[in-house]
């Protein structure tokens, strides 16, 4: 056998073991691209409670912040939606972590969602009176 039957051999003989190769290759790319855009779109629920140190004043955004937060992220960004009427489109800040800034009362609150972590967190803020609210999820 001489050195170019060697190579007419090879290349015979691999050419479909290639394209099989190639084919699971793009499955595989097809399927974790998938995958991420089902993670992309999947809902986490969050139910927000009070910190112990929250100022008196603080008191009045319980009711509306403890009710079952919904946050869903997209493609283009993310959503948070409550039954207390807490909804709020958010940017994304840094991968898989959103923010957003909303208005409750004549407040303006700062939400942030950590999804980059296990447990998943929500976490609510108004800095000028001290408040604070914090959820996880699995």
Same mark, same amino acid.
């Given at each position: 056998m001489t050195v170019s039957d060697a190579h007419s051999l090879d290349s015979s003989s691999s050419g479909p073991l290639r394209?099989?190769?190639?084919? =699971?290759v793009a499955a595989s790319l097809a399927g974790i691209f998938s995958a991420q /855009?089902? /993670?992309q779109d999947a #809902?986490?629920? !969050? $139910?927000?409670? /009070? #910190?112990? &140190?929250n100022p008196a004043?603080?008191? $009045? !955004?319980?009711a509306a912040l403890s &009710?079952?937060?919904t946050f869903t992220a997209t493609a283009s960004g993310a959503s948070l &939606? %409550? /039954?207390?009427?807490?909804? %709020?489109d958010m940017t994304q800040t840094?991968? $898989? =972590?959103?923010?957003?800034? !909303?208005s409750l009362g004549g407040t303006t609150l700062n939400v942030v969602v950590d999804a980059s972590k296990s447990p998943k967190s929500l976490t609510? #803020?108004?800095p000028r009176l001290g408040c604070r609210w914090n959820a996880v999820a699995p």
């Open positions: 394209a099989k190769s190639g084919w =699971v /855009a089902v /993670a #809902t986490i629920q !969050f $139910r927000v409670v /009070a #910190t112990d &140190r004043a603080c008191q $009045r !955004f319980d &009710r079952v937060h &939606r %409550s /039954a207390g009427g807490v909804n %709020s840094t991968p $898989r =972590v959103y923010a957003t800034n !909303f609510v #803020t108004e």
